[in-house]
């Protein structure tokens, strides 16, 4: 699918200011708000496209690079931090708060709290360690409360965390209580900021993350890991770390959902006296046996060494060995003697019994 203009998505013009990018996404957001279309998946993808477009175009940095480069500009590199793939449904309504002021909040009784703010970055992975699992560390840039930062009682919400407002909703005139602006529900605000540091104490510095992979990964899942986000202001609870895997294409194994294909080559020799191989399974290496008389373009099936299925259904993919047997390129003199001593005595010779697989027939097992 390709992604739509997020101008056209917020109904604008490229000329809109602040203001009237925040007034639209709050009409798209009432309109396609999810309690409002339950069960509806289209209105819940437009629910979500707008939310992307605001996330971009209310950040002065990610719209102007949005519109030198459209939406290659804004897609998050690793370590940048950000704005990655789509934004699930909890990051949405996190960014409620700035939008609804807290009361409108999403998914029932959503409790607004100060929490930092997710960072989502990319992962690149071979096969291997996707099969395997491995272990990654990253550079994240992130906000992360200064050290030296103090706080003092909130002066909005005299510490409550919490404020009475009047609010015009689409049901009209609505008294709500709604997290406190000033300190977002914390009840403290930052008193001395050390250089450097933002108004809520908050400073951008690198850290080192080290990611544990588990075995099955797979290209385009989400991986949480906790509280390794933006730290809150003053005592919230930080962010998490969304870590998105991108699969690198790998030279001998491929990947064919659950199923996993890889090339064996065995000499002519052993195609003909049978050996045993070694190769990469899910959780390490297993020996497999090539019969005796193994033709070429044979297919083993190890049942259950291929990828765990992801969602957790308990289902393992298969993988499949695909043999081609290698014809020596180069022979000594001897060799050559040998084997036209084979085709003189009229040994060695092609004799298909019929039986053999066809190329279509090995296709039609792989399915059942
Ligand atoms: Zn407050």
Known sequence: ????????????????????????????????????????????????????????LSDDNKRSRYDQFGHAGVSGAAGGGG????????????????????GFGGGGQRQQQSRGSNLRIRIKLNLEEMINGTQKTVKVKKMKLAAGVTSKTCPTCKGSGVQVKIMNTMFGQMQTQTTCGTCHGVGK???????????QGLIKEEEEITINIPAGA???????VRGKGNDAPLGGTPGDLLVVVE???????????DNLHQELYV?????????????????GKVKIKVDEGTQSGKIL????????????????????????????QKLTKEQKDFFQNQIDKGEMTAEPTGKEKTFFDKVKDLFN
């Open 267 to 283: 000499s002519f020799a052993e195609a003909a006296l049978g050996t045993t191989k070694e190769i990469n399974v899910v959780g």
């Open 83 to 102: 704005f990655g793939g789509g934004m699930n449904m909890e990051d949405i309504f996190s960014q409620f708060g700035d939008i609804f002021g807290g």
């Open 1 to 56: 699918m390709t992604k739509r203009d997020y101008y056209e998505v917020l109904e604008i013009t490229k000329t809109a200011s602040g203001e009237e990018i925040k007034k639209a996404y709050r009409k798209m957001a009432i309109k396609y708000h999810p309690d409002k279309n339950p069960g509806d998946k289209a209105a819940e993808e437009k629910f979500k496209e707008a939310a992307e477009a605001y996330e971009v």
């Open 189 to 199: 605000v930052a008193d001395k900021i050390p250089a450097g540091a933002n108004a």
């Open 301 to 328: 099936r190890l049942a259950g060494k291929g990828l765990p299925n992801i969602e957790g259904y308990g289902g393992k993919g298969d993988m499949f060995v695909h043999i081609n047997v290698w014809t020596p």
């Open 218 to 224: 797979r290209d385009g899942i989400q991986l949480n």
């Open 247 to 257: 699969e690198e294409a790998d030279k001998l194994i491929k990947r064919e959902g």
